[in-house]
């Protein structure tokens, strides 16, 4: 069944056919939120609330003012965000793994996550969102925009710190010029 018509029927109070959309986008949901908050069982409890907010509030969607999975993305970012503010969570790269024989892959993609915890712990919760949705979503700012509500200007304006926080950051670590 197409989404559209799983979201229609899903405004109409059908919750199997949510049922069907919380399947299809769930890992979605997951993979956001956990960039965010760099918690397995936080992720999987705020997922769960963005699901619950998204069911209370199907009937506000309108896909005239934009894709679903953006406004999905909108709810999981605020709760995220929220999450964020009250306790300086850190983001966290998905650790998934081609072969089991790639161990030096594995050790990379750990230490590039560390590295960048450590750099992202110097940005403000709002800095974070931005360059977790710009940088590592790779989103144009145009959906940043529709997601978090800011202006292009303070999304430009947070990323560019937030991009050169990370650099001085990880110059330090990495004693690079």
């Known amino acids: 069944m197409e989404i559209n018509q799983l979201i229609h029927k899903s405004q109409k109070g059908d919750q199997n056919a ?5 399947l299809m986008m769930g890992d ?6 956990f960039r965010l908050v760099n918690n ?13 907010k998204a069911w209370q509030n199907i009937n506000k969607y309108n896909e005239a ?3 679903f999975s953006t406004w999905l993305y909108t709810i999981a970012t605020r709760i995220a965000l929220d999450h964020l503010k009250t306790n300086h969570a850190q ?10 024989d790639d ?7 750990k230490l590039l996550g560390e590295l960048l915890n450590t750099a992202t712990g110097h940005l ?7 360059f977790v949705l710009r940088d590592l979503e790779e989103m144009d700012v145009d ?29 330090k670590i990495l004693k690079v010029g």
């Open 65 to 67: 003012k934009g894709k």
């Open 143 to 171: 959906e940043v925009v529709q997601i978090t509500g800011y202006s292009e200007k303070k999304i430009k304006d947070n990323l560019y710190v937030a991009r050169k926080k990370v650099k001085e950051v990880l110059s």
């Open 28 to 33: 979605y949901v997951f993979s956001v939120v």
């Open 91 to 100: 983001i966290n790269l998905p650790n998934t793994i081609e072969s089991d």
């Open 124 to 130: 403000s919760p709002q800095q974070k969102l931005v």
């Open 40 to 52: 397995e069982l936080e992720a999987e409890d705020i997922a769960q609330n963005v699901f619950v």
């Open 103 to 109: 161990i030096e892959k594995d050790l990379d993609l």
């Open 18 to 22: 949510f049922g069907k959309l919380v």
